[in-house]
T-cell receptor
C-alpha cells in the first residue's frame, strides 16, 4: 500500500543546514512534494521533484531522491529562525491522489 | 491577488448539528480538495472534485458531504453523523489532477 514516513522532530542551530528525511513504500508516484506549515496556517508548497529526477536545487533548498531506497530528503542551507515550521513530504499518484507523511517539526535555535 | 479563501477561521459545533465550511478560489483551477488534519498526523483526503458538478469520495468521506455547483466554490458540510469532527480542515485546489495543489489557511472546527 501507499505509506509515507517522516521523523517527527528536528532541532538545529541558526546558520546550520537542516536535513529532513522521508521514506515511502509505493514507487509508482509521479511527483514528490515538500510543503511547509506554520502554526495555525495552511500548507505552503516549497518545491517538488519529478519521480525520474535525482536532485533539484532551488535557492537554499535541495531535494534529493533515491528511488532505489525509496528515500526523499529536503536540505535547507543556512537555516534561519523563520524556517521553524512543520514540513510535510507527499507523494502524488496518477489521477492526482496525494499521500502525506506525518510532518517533521523543525525547531531553529538562535 | 489570486488565492484560496477558507471561512470561517474558527467554527464551533453543538452535538447533533450540521455545519458548513466554505472554500472559494479565484485561481481558475478545475480541481478542488478537502483534507482533514489531526495533531501529529499527515493530511487525509475527505472529498475531491476534478470538475464542476462532479466529486469523488476520498479516504475518510463518512460523515461529510460536498457540492460543486460553481468552479470557484467547494463547500464541505460536516454532518451529525461524523462522530469525531474536531480537527483542522484544509481546502486545496490545482489546475488539474496532476498539477501541484495549493492550500487555503484552514478552518479549525471544535465541538461545544
Amino acid at each position: 500500500g501507499e505509506d509515507v514516513e517522516q521523523s517527527l522532530f528536528l532541532s538545529v542551530r541558526e546558520g546550520d543546514s537542516s536535513v529532513i528525511n522521508c521514506t515511502y513504500t509505493d514507487s509508482s508516484s509521479t511527483y514528490l512534494y515538500w510543503y511547509k506549515q506554520e502554526p495555525g496556517a495552511g500548507l505552503q508548497l516549497l518545491t517538488y521533484i519529478f519521480s525520474n529526477m535525482d536532485m533539484k536545487q532551488d535557492q537554499r533548498l535541495t531535494v534529493l531522491l533515491n528511488k532505489k531506497d525509496k528515500h526523499l530528503s529536503l536540505r535547507i542551507a543556512d537555516t534561519q529562525t523563520g524556517d521553524s515550521a512543520i514540513y510535510f513530504c507527499a507523494e502524488k499518484f496518477q489521477g492526482g491522489k496525494l499521500i502525506f507523511g506525518q510532518g517533521t517539526e523543525l525547531s531553529v535555535k538562535p | 491577488d489570486g488565492g484560496i479563501t477558507q471561512s470561517p477561521k474558527y467554527l464551533f459545533r453543538k452535538e447533533g448539528q450540521n455545519v458548513t465550511l466554505s472554500c472559494e478560489q479565484n485561481l481558475n483551477h478545475d480541481a478542488m480538495y478537502w483534507y482533514r488534519q489531526d495533531p501529529g498526523q499527515g493530511l487525509r483526503l475527505i472529498y475531491y472534485s476534478q470538475i464542476v458538478n462532479d466529486f469523488q469520495k476520498g479516504d475518510i468521506a463518512e460523515g461529510y458531504s460536498v457540492s460543486r455547483e460553481k468552479k470557484e466554490s467547494f463547500p464541505l458540510t460536516v454532518t451529525s453523523a461524523q462522530k469525531n469532527p474536531t480537527a483542522f480542515y484544509l481546502c486545496a485546489s490545482s489546475r488539474g489532477p496532476d498539477q501541484p495543489q495549493h492550500f487555503g489557511d484552514g478552518t479549525r472546527l471544535s465541538i461545544l
